[in-house]
């Protein structure tokens, strides 16, 4: 036994290099040989390597390549050169658990990460009937090309560096014109803040806004992301019913459950598909100035109006309104562009902007500076125009494929707005059945239960998106639906 020391460093010193391409280097391979063998106490501290003339001769390399191996060791802090040579480096030992993991483990991660959980199954980004995906191939991608083209060739050098953190100034300013003759937004571009989305937008409006264990109102059933950005933010989520006339909230709600912010999606509840109603909109406003709270106004695809005018945003309704607009491109443009924005109240901006200015960096430049081209030259109107005949056509097959091939009872809400429609059923057609069995069919309707925090029996059906199924394949679709819906009520 006293000799296996010696016997493994005669190995590690002897044994040759590969000299096979593959292998790499032999510099970076005599590295990684005697880091292993430090780490791994085949080479004891204090113990000495080798001369780098003799370590040479004995692996048939030159003593450059041994030289600069002991080189990179030393500036690691693996070894310490000396008068006598080199010695290997008192290392602490990797500190070793309390407690011995069982293998394949999973490692303890933060807390507040059990309670973000999906609510249904993820499929495929071009399955049919996948709710919130646009017409991707109606894109004008040729137009968007020359966009980007010219944002390319018209910057300058400057343009590969950061950018201001909060958004190139070009984008802002678009998007406030835009927003204040199609939403009735009331804003300055120094209000708009750029990110990675809405699900990016509403994350940061967490971070400035509450401390952990303050209270979120979310809408029930509702989006996600919004309970996912609160649960990141260590709050205390408080669900709020939604009927026909969009989220519900009582004197009561105010007094047990203050919140400090309320997340709605008032022109479109998603998914039921209710608008607020003005008075709703305004005693919601009221009551948050009342009680110091914060409203996200989320206005996720109300580009996509299908009956008449287009209903303004509730930011715009009040002078000085506690609302945070969030809006994104993900529905307008594409999903993969990343590209959505905030704007702030001027007090909350004037308060907020230093840290913002440290929190974020300014990112994306060319895509943000074609993006202000797109609409500034009329490309983004002209494509919304377009996709608002496309979705209303759409919508309209799919809800005549309802009538005539879904053979189960069931009630349609929403349809004023957006791209898709909530097939409610009765509870014995379990929703996140039917859901699981359509995806091995390549179909991704959503289960509405799965939007729901604490479900009732009424929060049972199928969300279904026709953004990016073409109209003749309803049919066929529905008929599949219905065949799975039965099954599920007799199996």
């Known amino acids: 036994m006293s000799n296996q020391p010696?016997?493994?460093?005669?190995?590690?010193?002897?044994?040759?290099?590969?000299?096979?391409?593959?292998?790499?280097?032999?510099?970076?391979?005599?590295?990684?040989?005697?880091?292993r063998a430090i780490l791994g106490g085949g080479l004891a501290p204090g113990s000495r390597l080798p001369g780098s003339r003799a370590l040479a001769e004995t692996l048939s390399i030159s003593r450059n390549t041994v030289t600069a191996a002991y080189e990179h060791l030393a500036a690691e802090g693996y070894v310490q050169p000396d008068r006598k040579g080199t010695r290997v480096t008192e290392l602490a030992p990797p500190a070793k658990s309390l407690r011995?993991?069982?293998?394949?483990?999973?490692?303890?991660?933060?807390?507040r990460l059990v309670r973000i959980q999906p609510g249904t199954p993820r499929a495929e980004m071009d399955a049919a009937l996948r709710p919130g995906m646009p017409a991707l191939s109606h894109f004008p991608a040729a137009a968007w090309r020359r966009a980007i083209d010219r944002a390319i060739r018209n910057a300058s050098p400057a343009t590969l560096g950061y950018g201001d953190p909060l958004g190139e100034p070009p984008l802002r300013a678009a998007i406030a014109r835009h927003l204040a003759i199609a939403r009735g937004v009331r804003c300055e571009p120094h209000q708009v803040v750029m990110a990675e989305g809405a699900q990016e937008a509403i994350?940061?409006?967490?971070?400035?806004?509450?401390?952990?264990?303050?209270?979120?109102?979310?809408?029930?059933?509702?989006?996600?992301?919004?309970?996912?950005?609160?649960?990141?933010?260590?709050?205390?989520i408080v669900p709020m019913r939604v009927?026909?006339?969009?989220?519900?909230?009582?004197?009561?709600?105010?007094?047990?459950?203050?919140?400090?912010?309320?997340?709605?999606t008032p022109s479109h509840q998603?998914?039921?598909?209710?608008?607020?109603?003005?008075?709703?909109?305004?005693?919601?406003?009221?009551?948050?100035?009342?009680?110091?709270?914060?409203?996200?106004?989320?206005?996720?695809?109300s580009e996509f109006r299908h009956t008449g005018e287009l209903i303004g945003a509730m930011q715009g309704l009040v002078d000085d309104a506690p609302v945070l607009y969030v809006g994104t491109f993900s529905k307008t443009m594409f999903p993969s562009l990343r590209l959505g924005f905030v704007v702030?109240?001027?007090?909350?901006?004037?308060?907020?902007?230093?840290?913002?200015?440290?929190?974020?960096?300014?990112?994306?430049?060319?895509?943000?500076?074609?993006?202000?081209?797109?609409?500034?030259?009329?490309?983004?109107?002209?494509?919304?125009?377009?996709?608002?005949?496309?979705?209303?056509?759409?919508?309209q097959a799919l809800r005549a494929a309802l009538d005539r091939h879904f053979k189960v009872p069931h009630e349609i809400d929403g349809g004023h707005c957006g791209l898709h429609l909530?097939?409610?059923?009765?509870?014995?057609?379990?929703?996140?059945?039917?859901?699981a069995d359509a995806l091995r069919y390549r179909l991704a309707p959503a289960a509405l239960s799965g939007?729901?925090?604490?479900?009732?029996?009424?929060?049972?059906?199928?969300?279904l998106g026709y953004g990016n199924t073409s109209a003749e394949l309803f049919e066929p679709l529905v008929k599949r639906l219905s065949q799975l819906a039965r099954a599920v009520e007799h199996g």
């Open 243 to 264: 009927d026909a006339e969009g989220l519900c909230t009582s004197e009561r709600d105010w007094q047990k459950h203050p919140p400090r912010l309320v997340y709605t």
């Open 270 to 301: 998603y998914p039921a598909g209710a608008v607020l109603s003005i008075a709703r909109r305004l005693a919601l406003i009221a009551q948050a100035r009342r009680h110091g709270a914060w409203i996200i106004e989320d206005d996720y695809d």
């Open 344 to 395: 702030l109240p001027a007090p909350l901006m004037a308060a907020v902007q230093k840290p913002l200015e440290e929190m974020l960096r300014g990112g994306h430049r060319h895509v943000q500076l074609a993006m202000a081209d797109f609409i500034e030259s009329g490309q983004f109107s002209r494509h919304l125009g377009r996709m608002r005949r496309l979705y209303r056509d759409r919508q």
């Open 6 to 35: 010696h016997l493994a460093a005669a190995a590690l010193f002897e044994s040759p290099l590969a000299k096979e391409r593959e292998a790499g280097p032999m510099q970076r391979q005599l590295h990684e040989r005697l880091k």
């Open 203 to 236: 994350a940061l409006c967490v971070r400035l806004l509450s401390n952990p264990g303050d209270t979120g109102w979310v809408e029930d059933p509702g989006y996600r992301g919004a309970k996912a950005a609160m649960h990141a933010g260590d709050m205390r």
């Open 451 to 463: 939007f729901a925090i604490r479900p009732r029996p009424s929060d049972n059906g199928l969300v």
């Open 100 to 111: 011995p993991a069982r293998s394949g483990a999973a490692p303890a991660a933060a807390q």
């Open 422 to 435: 909530t097939v409610r059923l009765p509870p014995r057609f379990d929703d996140r059945r039917i859901a």
